[in-house]
């Protein structure tokens, strides 16, 4: 069933956001429809995400036991200790 809503935004969002559809085809509604479907789908966040995302999803692989937040640790520690010799 199709149900009318109504929505208050900002008038230059209104504007951006209909060159935006304009320019792919596509209407402001379906565009709040598959942005709420997105929202509300468990685990359907690949709708989400730009073309470029999307496709280098999967391309690369790491270790099953991979520890993001070490890695991220390590990062951050060198980066910092890095920034602060060098200034």
């Keep these: 069933m199709i149900k009318k809503l109504t929505l208050t935004v900002d008038e230059k969002i209104i504007r951006e956001a209909k060159t935006y559809a304009a320019a792919h085809n596509e209407s402001l509604s379906n565009?709040?429809?598959?942005?709420f479907r997105a929202l509300t789908t468990p685990?359907?966040?690949?709708?989400?995400?730009?073309?470029t995302?999307?496709?280098?999803?999967?391309?690369?692989?790491?270790p099953e036991d991979f520890?993001?937040?070490?890695?991220?640790?390590e990062y951050l520690e060198e980066r910092y200790v890095y920034e602060k010799t060098v200034h």
């Design 43 to 51: 685990g359907d966040t690949h709708t989400l995400l730009s073309e």
């Design 67 to 73: 520890d993001y937040e070490k890695a991220k640790r």
């Design 31 to 35: 565009m709040v429809e598959n942005y």
């Design 53 to 62: 995302v999307a496709l280098l999803m999967g391309s690369v692989h790491v």
